[in-house]
Structure formats: C-alpha cells, structure tokens
Nanobody
Framework: QVHLVESGGGLVQTGGSLILSCAASGGSFSDNAMGWFRQAPGKEREFVAGISWSGAITNVANPLRGRFTISRDNAKNAVYLHMITLKPEDTGVYYC??????????????????WGQGTQVTVSW
C-alpha cells in the first residue's frame, strides 16, 4: 500500500502562487498515474489535475488550465501541483491520490485507491 503525504499548503493572498508536493512511500508509485483533488467547505471533492506514470500525459481540469500544472519526479517518488494566480475560490483541502491505471487519468475519485491526508490551501482577498 502506497503511503502519500502532501505538503506545501498555507495562506496566500489573491494572485499569489504555491507549489504543493506529494511524497510517496511503500509501494509502486512510479507505475501508476497520480492525481490531485481538492475539497472546499460544504462542497464535494473535485478533480484538479492528473499525470500519467511517466509524466508524458497530463490533464488539468478545464477551469484551472493556465493557472495550475502538474509534474512528477519518479526518482524522488514525488508529484507536484504548481498553482499561480490563486483566487479565493481555490481555497480548500488539496489531496493527492494514486490511480489504478498507468496512462489513463481518471477524473473520478473512486478510480483512485490511495489518498493522502490533504494539505490546506487558503487564499485570502
């Protein structure tokens, strides 16, 4: 079972940027696609971005394209979410997750079988 730990969240002003990291241990991290999700208070968890096992294929949720990008470093067992021009509506808990697939990047949470505990991102006005 892969163990995932997110970091890099915090409080940032509107227009600011953050890089979230997800460190993996204990399993076959580099064989699987990875995803980032987020959950705002009172809302359902939503897909943010995903990346294939090699990093060759990425997918960012339409409303976030141009501001969010995803990358991974398999040598470091890590996945990153780069966020710029942050807005208050980006506030939420951000989770990384391990997919069951290699190249396909699912957008449904139920297609991921390992999750981190999440890191809080708060964007102030």
């Amino acid at each position: 079972q892969v163990h995932l730990v997110e970091s890099g969240g915090g409080l940032v002003q509107t227009g600011g940027s953050l890089i979230l990291s997800c460190a993996a241990s204990g399993g076959s991290f580099s064989d699987n696609a990875m995803g980032w999700f987020r959950q705002a208070p009172g809302k359902e968890r939503e897909f943010v971005a995903g990346i294939s096992w090699s990093g060759a294929i990425t997918n960012v949720a339409n409303p976030l394209r141009g501001r969010f990008t995803i990358s991974r470093d398999n040598a470091k067992n890590a996945v990153y979410l780069h966020m710029i021009t942050l807005k208050p509506e980006d506030t939420g808990v951000y989770y990384c997750a391990l997919s069951r697939s290699r190249n396909r990047i699912p957008e449904r949470a139920e297609d991921y079988n390992s999750w981190g505990q999440g890191t809080q991102v708060t964007v102030s006005w």
